[in-house]
């Protein structure tokens, strides 16, 4: 009986809003990816304590408690019988305590190590900037990615609208013969292809939110907007080639590959010193007593010294080792190499995106106003007989296809920017906040009509749509 309300009790909690700061706030305190790193990263750490501990003082302790049984049959030699007749049973308790000690004195290999694990730490640093970089992009992108959906959305329903009316219209001008059938069925398919384009919009905003939920752990039901004052401008500074300069000596995940060289360069420190010899001083105490045959008393032992050990011949082992370590020094500097390239044409892309973006932006927004009166003038032209329907349809696809275009336009310029500030090393919460002073603070509830299959409810920030 607890159980319905208990679901009824987790399903109705309600879900709450928040702009792009709080989302990025939620996703670097609750992302799995980020906690994963975060989690490697003190591990890799860890490593560093566990290399230096074999240049600290060892100490072990050891002992044993016994009960012994020990039966002796003897004979001489011209049979006699030795202790007992035909044989004895001596049993008695020993108790024995050993404490070792030492200290490495010299060990090359030991110490390469510990400088192997500090260059590892170093390099698991850069990783984990590159996660929270990467974070801080797909919240972004998902979060833009549900304001594209919906202006498409919204675009979709107005188009759904019209030609619905367009075809409302072409039915009442066929019963009283004023068209043919041919133009009520180009009308039907017309509202029939809006129909399925809207679905397919309504889809992908449901699937957007379920994107942004992954990312943050969190479920929201509404979102800010961006602002049409956003200012669509070229990338400050103007200078490529300083993009490329900033994301060679800032990316993560460059750093982090050429950190990777000096890890397998200290690695190959560490299999040439397998051939050095080690020296560590020593000391150990030994006490034991048992109480065979009746004795009083127990015996004790101890010892002060020097070990050194020089590993001469080990089967070609250690010069193998050698081998491939710095084989695989060689590649990281491969691998670092070609991050590095990647980084570059990866900047020098996104530089020249976010560019055209700007362009792109100014000429989806003039082609509304275009399409908008290439639909006027075609409507014009099928009241007084020189249009056709087909026409008017085309001009209306043309106009709402405009309007999902400039959205695509604007949300494409927003994260592009953002992805080359991370591919320049330059994206942290600072250029989020940036971002998300020009989002709007209305919120407006969006519901998902009931043709559409589902009932669930999505409340994002008001988008202005192109009124008819």
Do not use: K
């Given at each position: 009986?607890?159980?319905?309300?208990?679901?009824?009790?987790?399903?109705?909690?309600?879900?709450?809003?928040?702009?792009?700061?709080?989302?990025t706030?939620?996703?670097?305190?609750?992302?799995?990816e980020?906690?994963?790193?975060?989690?490697?990263t003190?591990?890799?750490?860890?490593g560093r304590?566990?290399?230096?501990?074999?240049?600290?003082p060892q100490?072990?302790?050891?002992?044993?408690?016994a009960?012994?049984?020990?039966?002796?049959?003897?004979?001489?030699?011209?049979g006699?019988?030795?202790?007992?007749?035909?044989?004895?049973?001596?049993?008695?308790n020993?108790?024995?305590l050993?404490?070792?000690?030492?200290?490495a004195?010299?060990?090359?290999r030991?110490?390469?190590?510990?400088?192997?694990?500090?260059?590892?730490?170093?390099?698991?640093i850069?990783?984990l900037?590159?996660?929270?970089?990467q974070?801080?992009?797909?919240?972004a992108?998902?979060y833009?990615?549900?304001?594209?959906?919906n202006?498409?959305?919204?675009?979709?329903?107005?188009?759904?609208?019209?030609?619905?009316?367009?075809?409302?219209q072409?039915?009442?001008?066929?019963?009283?013969?004023?068209?043919?059938?041919t133009?009520?069925?180009?009308?039907?398919a017309?509202?029939?292809?809006?129909r399925?384009?809207?679905?397919?919009?309504?889809?992908?905003?449901?699937?957007?939110f379920e994107?942004?939920?992954?990312?943050?752990?969190?479920?929201?039901?509404?979102?800010?907007a961006?602002s049409?004052?956003?200012?669509i401008?070229?990338?400050?500074p103007?200078?490529?080639?300083?993009?490329?300069?900033?994301a060679?000596?800032?990316?993560?995940?460059?750093?982090?590959?050429q950190?990777?060289?000096?890890?397998?360069?200290?690695?190959?420190?560490?299999?040439?010193?397998?051939?050095?010899?080690?020296?560590?001083?020593?000391a150990?105490?030994?006490?034991?007593?048992?109480?065979?045959?009746?004795?009083?008393?127990?015996?004790?032992?101890?010892?002060?010294?020097?070990?050194?050990?020089?590993?001469?011949?080990?089967?070609g082992?250690?010069q193998?080792s050698?081998?491939?370590?710095?084989?695989?020094?060689?590649?990281?500097?491969?691998?670092?190499?070609?991050?590095?390239r990647?980084?570059?044409?990866?900047?020098?892309?996104?530089?020249?995106?976010?560019?055209n973006?700007?362009?792109t932006?100014?000429a989806?927004?003039?082609?509304?106003?275009?399409?908008?009166?290439a639909?006027?003038?075609?409507?014009?032209?099928y009241?007084?007989?020189?249009?056709?329907?087909?026409?008017v349809?085309n001009?209306?696809?043309?106009?709402?296809?405009?309007?999902?275009?400039?959205?695509?336009?604007?949300y494409?310029?927003?994260?592009?920017?953002?992805s080359?500030?991370?591919?320049?090393?330059?994206?942290d919460?600072?250029?989020?906040?940036d971002?998300?002073?020009?989002?709007q603070?209305?919120?407006?509830?969006f519901?998902?009509?009931?043709?559409?299959?589902?009932?669930?409810?999505?409340?994002i920030?008001?988008?202005?749509?192109?009124e008819?």
């Open positions: 009986m607890l159980l319905p309300a208990l679901l009824l009790s987790v399903w109705s909690v309600p879900a709450w809003s928040a702009d792009l700061l709080t989302i706030r939620d996703a670097l305190e609750n992302n799995a980020l906690s994963s790193a975060r989690s490697q003190q591990s890799v750490q860890a304590d566990v290399a230096r501990g074999d240049l600290l100490v072990n302790a050891s002992g044993d408690v009960h012994n049984r020990q039966y002796e049959s003897q004979t001489g030699a011209q006699t019988q030795v202790r007992g007749g035909t044989g004895s049973d001596d049993p008695f020993s108790v024995s050993t404490l070792e000690a030492s200290q004195l010299f060990d090359l030991n110490s390469r190590e510990v400088e192997q694990a500090e260059r590892q730490i170093d390099q698991q850069y990783l900037a590159s996660t929270e970089q974070v801080l992009i797909d919240v992108t998902a833009f990615d549900i304001l594209r959906a202006d498409i959305l919204d675009a979709r329903l107005a188009q759904e609208r019209a030609i619905g009316r367009q075809l409302e072409a039915e009442e001008q066929f019963e009283v013969g004023l068209i043919a059938i133009e009520v069925e180009e009308a039907q017309s509202f029939d292809q809006s399925a384009e809207r679905i397919a919009a309504q889809s992908d905003l449901q699937v957007s994107a942004l939920e992954r990312l943050t752990g969190q479920r929201y039901a509404n979102i800010d961006l049409d004052d956003y200012p401008d070229q990338p400050t103007s200078d490529r080639d300083h993009w490329v300069d900033l060679v000596e800032n990316n993560p995940l460059v750093l982090a590959e950190a990777g060289v000096e890890v397998s360069r200290s690695a190959v420190g560490v299999a040439e010193a397998q051939r050095a010899p080690t020296l560590q001083a020593f150990n105490y030994q006490y034991a007593d048992n109480d065979i045959d009746q004795y009083q008393g127990h015996d004790t032992s101890s010892q002060v010294g020097l070990s050194a050990n020089w590993p001469l011949y080990t089967g082992s250690t193998a050698i081998r491939q370590s710095t084989y695989q020094l060689e590649a990281s500097q491969f691998d670092f190499e070609a991050q590095r990647d980084t570059v044409q990866q900047v020098r892309s996104l530089y020249t995106q976010v560019s973006d700007v362009s932006v100014d989806r927004e003039q082609a509304i106003v275009s399409n908008q009166s639909l006027d003038a075609t409507r014009a032209g009241e007084v007989g020189t249009r056709n329907i087909v026409d349809l001009a209306e696809q043309n106009l709402y296809n405009a309007i999902s275009d400039y959205a695509q336009a604007r494409d310029y927003v994260v592009n920017l953002l080359l500030r991370q591919q320049s090393g330059r994206l919460v600072e250029a989020v906040e971002i998300n002073a020009w989002l603070g209305e919120e407006v509830t519901t998902l009509p009931e043709d559409a299959g589902s009932s669930s409810v999505t409340n920030g008001e988008r202005p749509v192109l008819q």
